[in-house]
């Protein structure tokens, strides 16, 4: 687990992530560690701190208690965004409508590594 400053856990993982811009356009992301409020993801390309995005990942089955993976979609919100090095940015997602149900399924997935 990485150090904590934050009111709930974060995890680090690895998978594949996407987001869609309010344009629509759909971008592949990494997904570096995740939390019940949000998450940091890796891409290609910068991203403006405020931008309003949908996010979709899947989540490994036996993580979050389920026989099969499950897809996870919500809303988030880029709150800030740093460039690595050339072509490779991480930006930090908040999570403002995540729903009860997506809540329970990212608190099981962060549980299960700790």
């Known amino acids: 687990m990485t150090e904590q ?5 974060r995890v680090a993982t690895q998978g594949p992530c996407a987001i869609r811009d309010p344009d629509g356009t759909e971008h592949a992301f990494e997904l570096v560690d995740l939390s019940v409020c949000g998450a940091r993801l890796r891409c290609e390309v910068p991203s403006g701190a405020m931008t309003r995005i949908h996010v979709a990942m899947a ?3 036996e993580r979050v208690g389920q026989e099969e993976d499950v897809r996870l979609e919500t809303a988030g919100v880029i ?4 460039r690595l090095e050339e072509n490779v940015h991480d930006i930090g997602v908040f999570f403002p409508e995540l729903s009860d149900e997506g809540a329970a399924l990212l608190q099981a997935y962060v ?3 700790v």
């Open 111 to 113: 549980l299960s590594a």
């Open 59 to 61: 989540l490994p089955g």
């Open 79 to 82: 709150v800030w965004s740093h």
């Open 5 to 9: 400053r934050r009111k709930t856990p």
